[in-house]
């Protein structure tokens, strides 16, 4: 039932995660009988009622209209996508979509997506294959795989991938979190070695939090200051008083007093500093303020799906200087969101309008140091327009 709940909110994913960590587990306890038992059938069978609704509509939004453009091409079936090419599709290059990146993509995304345990997950990691090979890859009655192949499996399957974005990550984290919460749980795991690494990531998060607040969106509100002050004075005192204590529940809790204060910073101080510069979710805000109704929003040279979620509505897109004209003409005043280059595309294209409004924008999931450094953030800003269609 879960795995066909999955499935529509993310794919085929949904279904091959459990997979890899139940069939792990099976396998290295040489489970034969319980890998072919009839009753998988039956939980296919389940996951795939679940998915007949979502199938129906796929099939009467796509199949039935092969008219459509879809990603460029005709023909496109809604079945075949959601089944083959958005997933398996994305290993194999079946799938249009891709990027750049590299087959070592969420080696990277993980030093910073796992902080403050990243460093405790590489040696949880570590220990768990080097046991399991140890023992022949059999496990004992008493054991569990689930977390190894749900991790791994997941984790090579991604990799292969021809499209990653560092969130497609996210479901490998509570594999991450029993893995390395398995190891700290054994006897002698953490030596003086683990806290001196452990030490210098909290390092690197206070030198973070500080360049947040003095580099990035100075000076940063009196409150953000004692609150994070408060948090990371009671690591450090903790960490002076008693530098190398045994076991590793003292490691824990001061991963975790590490971790609020860096969360506490990001979620109260720079992301409510960060997004107002995304145009796609300022657009939105001003509208509603404005009065003006989302119905009579519409792109043009320029898009941003953000902004469909912040107006509550799927905005249009328009594609040429006629379609604004027609448009306008068809359904009454309307407000176009575009760049510089789309309002020289109508001015070419003899489009009468106004300006409500400029908005200073940047891709705030494209993170650059121009950006960030306050004193050059200007000259990384370009100019988003809101303009009104008579």
């Known amino acids: 039932l879960f795995a066909g709940l999955a499935s529509m909110t993310k794919g085929r994913i949904g279904l091959v995660v459990p997979a890899f960590a139940v069939g792990t587990h099976l396998l290295l306890h040489r489970d034969w009988h319980r890998i072919f038992r009839l009753r998988w059938l039956l939980g296919l069978a389940v996951t795939a009622i679940v998915l007949v609704p979502m199938c129906w509509g796929l099939y009467q939004q796509f199949d039935l209209h092969p008219e459509r453009v879809v990603n460029g091409r005709t ?52 220990r768990r294959l080097r046991d399991v090979i140890h023992d022949r890859y059999r496990l004992t009655t008493d054991d569990e795989a689930y977390s190894l192949g749900g991790f791994v499996l997941t984790f090579a399957a991604l990799s292969l991938s021809h499209y990653r974005l560092p969130h497609y990550i996210f479901v490998t984290l509570p594999w991450a979190s029993i893995l390395t919460a398995r190891w700290l749980a054994t006897p002698s795991a953490v030596g003086r070695a683990w806290w001196w690494m ?49 076991g590793a529940e003292p490691l824990v809790q001061r991963s975790v007093l590490a971790a609020i204060g860096m969360l506490f910073v990001v979620n109260f101080h720079f992301y409510p500093n960060l997004l107002p510069f995304q145009s796609t979710i300022a657009v939105p805000r001003f509208a509603r303020n404005a009065g003006i109704p989302a119905a009579r929003l519409a792109y043009f040279n320029w898009r941003g799906p953000a902004m469909d979620f912040y ?49 200073r924008h940047f891709e705030v999931a494209r993170l650059t140091m121009r950006f960030l450094d306050h004193r050059t953030r200007e000259t990384a800003l370009q100019p988003a327009y809101l303009l009104k269609i008579p």
């Open 75 to 126: 023909g496109t079936s809604g079945l075949l996508f959601y089944f083959w090419e958005q997933s398996f599709g994305r290993i194999t290059g079946a799938s249009v979509w891709k990027n750049n990146t590299t087959l070592f993509t969420f080696f990277h995304v993980y030093l910073w997506v796992f902080l403050p345990w990243t460093v405790l997950f590489a040696g949880g990691l570590w």
């Open 198 to 246: 452990q030490y210098a990531v909290f390092g690197v998060l206070g030198a973070l939090i500080l360049w947040l607040f003095v580099v990035v969106f100075p000076p940063g509100a009196m409150p953000f200051w004692l609150v994070t002050v408060a948090v990371f004075g009671t690591l450090v005192v903790r960490c002076v008083r008693a530098p190398f204590p045994d």
């Open 311 to 359: 107006a509550g509505v799927v905005v249009p897109e328009l594609f040429t200087p006629a379609d604004v004209r027609d448009a306008a003409a068809r359904n009454g005043a309307m407000w176009v969101y575009t760049d510089s280059a789309g309002r020289a595309r109508l001015d070419s294209g003899a489009v009468s309008y106004t300006e409500t409004a400029t908005f």
